[in-house]
């Protein structure tokens, strides 16, 4: 689903995206229609404006969650500022491109959000694992004696979470088969009451578990 109020920018990225074989499922102009939208469309990705006419992009990232959708969020926005994107990946967002980038990048990064890859534009990467790092100095939530346990393999997935690698590296690092990572990830978010790479992330670094 595409959601975007610019009628010619929209229709520029869902047309792009149906080229590379993509079924666009929807297209809606503001966060309401978007939110209206999701349930019938059941789309996989969502490619979302934050400029917005009525909620902001933020807002209906948390509107879809609480939908129920599923779908994973990729921004596609013309801002490139460092608190609009913290903004938008602490919401539930998997990844985010600026409107600069090219409609291959755009194609790709759709692919891989919809596969479970969390996508930055270029020099975004670092500044949310920067983030990621300043929120796990904050005081943790959860006691140690209550912490779930999680299989050997569980916790090796979730250290290389740890240090920023994609699901595809860490699939290549492993060894294992790209679904047997997504396997993994999802069954230490179920253990761990987690709901995002945003918070699994945040775990992992309280938990010391990037350090070599």
């Not at 761990?192 to 350090?211: F, M």
């Amino acid at each position: 689903m595409v959601v975007d109020d610019h009628p010619m920018w929209r229709d520029a990225v869902a047309r792009d995206l149906a080229a590379a074989g993509f079924e666009v499922a929807a297209t809606a102009g503001d966060g309401a229609q978007a939110v209206r939208l999701v349930g019938a469309a059941r789309p996989d990705v969502v490619v979302l404006d934050l400029q917005l006419p009525d909620y902001s992009g933020v807002e209906v990232i948390g509107k879809l969650a609480a939908a129920g959708s599923g779908a994973r969020v990729l921004v596609l926005s013309a801002s490139g500022e460092q608190q609009d994107v913290l903004d938008a990946v602490k919401a539930g967002a998997t990844g985010y491109l600026v409107k600069s980038a090219s409609s291959e990048e755009l194609i790709a990064a759709v692919r891989r959000v919809g596969a479970g890859d969390a996508v930055f534009t270029p020099g975004l990467a670092g500044l949310v694992l920067g983030e990621y790092r300043r929120l796990a100095a904050a005081p943790a939530r959860r006691e140690d004696e209550d912490a779930p346990r999680l299989t050997e393999r569980e916790t090796e997935v979730l250290r290389l979470v740890a240090k920023g690698l994609t699901y595809k590296q860490i699939a290549q690092r492993l060894v294992l088969s790209h679904r047997t990572v997504q396997n993994h990830v999802q069954n230490t978010l179920n253990k761990l009451q987690l709901h995002n790479r945003v918070e699994l992330v945040r775990y992992a670094l309280e938990q010391g578990l990037d350090d070599d």
